[in-house]
């Protein structure tokens, strides 16, 4: 994705190994990792979304408290368990947060489904100029988040 200025573009890599946020400035000619969190897209539609001002990226990554081997081993199939057939309720949760306080988490996962066990992911914002990476969503599903024009609130759904 694109920065807002048009000089910058950032994209998941996984050279080294496992997924990272990467940089590509344009006018430097000059490609780098911003950070070390590993990046969880789970859909290909899925890309680093940049605050208005070009300082900020929002991405999904691994929840915290959960290994890089124990991600796989959930998308891999290895430790899911079958359904057999049990439907999952849909339940929607709506958060609203004061600035100070920039972090939400959902409730627990332990009787969910495989698949949504799979998915899971912390949503963060990234510090382009230092890689600090800032988690305000923990343990949910999401498919789509959005930052607005202003770059003072995030949405997402899941």
Known sequence: M???DGNTLAFYSDEGGA???WIWDRLKDR?????QVIVRP???FEAPVWAPDG???LVKILPEGLTLEQATDLLTGAKLEKENGKETDV???IYSSTISDKSVSPGSTDD???FVKAETADLAMIDVSTGAAERIARGYRPEGYWISPDGSQVAFSA
């Open 31 to 35: 490609l780098y990792q911003i950070s």
């Open 19 to 21: 997924a990272h946020l």
């Open 55 to 57: 300082k900020r990226i």
């Open 112 to 114: 969910a489904p495989a």
């Open 2 to 4: 694109w920065s807002p």
């Open 42 to 44: 789970y859909f290909g």
């Open 91 to 93: 339940t929607v949760r």
